[in-house]
């Protein structure tokens, strides 16, 4: 069993959906990252969770802390969000990551 | 500001040849990590270090050497290509205040090994 699940894998959505993805981890962790990769370009952080939400924009991101559990939420989605979003958690011990697999999302004019 | 900058963005290599994929970062960040990104699996991470001088072993750190004598780079060698290590290679740096972490990720190389 993976360390990090993420769903679902994959996504398609029409231009402004409500759209979720969740993220579940069985570790022990400090932190839960949520990063952005577009096609054919880097990684970007849009999130760092140890408790709660946070709001940045249409992406809003929560953490349930007893239930290893978060989610990532893109509100009024648009073309430009179509990316995988990436799921990562930090370990109690230091600064290494742990990923998930990653979900594709594609939105569709 | 550049961030974490890889070179380089494409590679090609045969069977048994070596290379050293660069990363650098200006932000004076002491960790810095190594990563490989497989298809349908998330990124595995390969080396890491944890400042000058100081270097460890990740998941996957087999036909890969890695060495920190500065803060700023952290390069990446394969030593002998294997076609196992066709990959997407990501090389990142952090920080960390207390619980707080902020990474910053390289663009990516995509190596293939024919």
């Known amino acids: 069993k993976n360390e990090v699940e993420q769903s679902p894998q994959n996504l398609t959505a029409q231009e402004g959906e409500f759209i979720t993805i969740n993220c579940s981890y069985s570790?022990?962790?400090?932190?839960l990252h949520w990063l952005q990769q577009h096609p054919g370009g880097g990684i970007v952080s849009l999130f760092m969770?140890?408790?709660g939400k946070k709001k940045h924009g249409r992406l809003i991101a929560t953490i349930n802390i007893q239930e290893k559990h978060s989610s990532l939420h893109i509100t009024a989605s648009h073309p430009r969000d179509s990316a995988v979003y990436i799921c990562a958690v930090r370990d109690n011990y230091g600064q290494n990551f742990v990923f998930g697999p990653g979900t594709r999302l594609s939105v569709l004019p | 500001n550049a961030g974490v900058t890889q070179t380089p963005k494409f590679q090609v290599l045969k069977t048994g040849q070596s290379m050293t994929l660069q990363c650098a970062q200006d932000m004076n960040h002491e960790y810095m990590s190594w990563y490989r990104q497989d298809p349908g699996m998330g990124l595995r991470l390969i080396h890491y270090s944890v400042g000058a001088g100081i270097t460890d072993q990740g998941e996957v750190p087999n036909g890969y050497n890695v060495s920190r004598s500065t803060t700023e780079d952290f390069p990446l060698r394969l030593l002998s290509a294997a076609p196992s290590q066709t990959s997407v290679y990501f090389c990142?740096?952090?920080?960390?205040?207390?619980?707080?972490?902020?990474?910053?990720f390289g663009q990516g190389t995509r190596l293939t090994v024919v």
């Open positions: 990142a740096s952090s920080y960390s205040r207390g619980l707080y972490t902020e990474a910053f």
């Open positions: 969770l140890s408790s």
């Open positions: 570790v022990g962790i400090s932190a």
